[in-house]
């Protein structure tokens, strides 16, 4: 995983209690919104001491970082392992697009967590935006190799093109007809491939 400014030393180390806030939190944070949620809601649901949250973590943007940082580990182990499945190329921007549906067509579907982040954390210098930033440059650069591999014209614009249906069907997902955004991505993406 690529580095941001600010991350902090806490990152690399695992324990049951720094995954059970870590798992809490992402919960939470995520179904009821970061800055509505305190350090001691996610210490009490967790069931942890306020000693052992700060051996883990600095405060809550430490945590906050901690819960965007293991949201992007999960999705690049998922798309890792649908690289190794497809081969790659067109099969794997399949494979990417339907997951997204899936995933906006999902119980408690409440949006794309990052977005949601950068709403809440508007200041692009705030290490939490920058962890939003990494996500999002890391899902854009592998979308762009991707498509430079099927030999696309421009793989830079058509990665941006992607990149904007994702944003849009996970909106629209949250506020309408999720189905729609699901099937809307998927088609979106399937003509980007066969434009290039």
């Known amino acids: 995983m690529t580095e941001t400014k600010g991350a902090p030393a806490t990152t690399g180390r695992k324990s ?6 870590l ?4 919960r939470l944070f995520y179904t ?8 001691d809601r996610v ?11 700060y051996r883990h973590f600095d405060g809550k943007d430490d945590l906050v970082r901690g819960y965007l940082d293991a949201t992007d580990q999960d999705i690049r182990a998922r798309v890792a392992v649908a690289a190794e499945k497809t081969g790659g190329g067109a099969a794997l921007l399949d494979v990417v697009a339907h997951s997204i549906g899936e995933q906006i067509c999902g119980p408690g ?6 977005i949601n982040a950068a709403a809440e954390y508007p200041d692009r210098g705030c290490p ?5 930033l990494t996500h999002r440059e890391w899902f854009r650069q592998l979308l762009e190799d991707t498509l430079a ?27 309408g007809d999720s189905r729609s955004a699901a099937r809307t991505l998927v088609q979106g993406v399937g003509l980007v491939v066969a434009s290039g």
Not at 16 to 21: D, G, H, S
Not at 23 to 26: G, I, M, Y
Not at 32 to 39: D, F, L, P, S, T
């Open 149 to 175: 591999t099927m030999g696309v014209a421009d793989p830079r614009q058509s990665a941006d093109l992607v990149v904007a249906l994702r944003d849009g069907a996970m909106v629209a997902g949250y506020l």
């Open 128 to 132: 939490i935006h920058q962890a939003v």
């Open 43 to 53: 210490m009490a649901e967790a069931d942890i001491a306020r000693g052992t949250f």
């Open 16 to 21: 049951a209690a720094r995954e059970r806030l």
């Open 23 to 26: 798992t809490t939190a992402s």
């Open 109 to 114: 579907f409440r949006g794309c967590p990052f």
């Open 32 to 39: 009821e919104g970061i800055r509505a949620v305190g350090v």
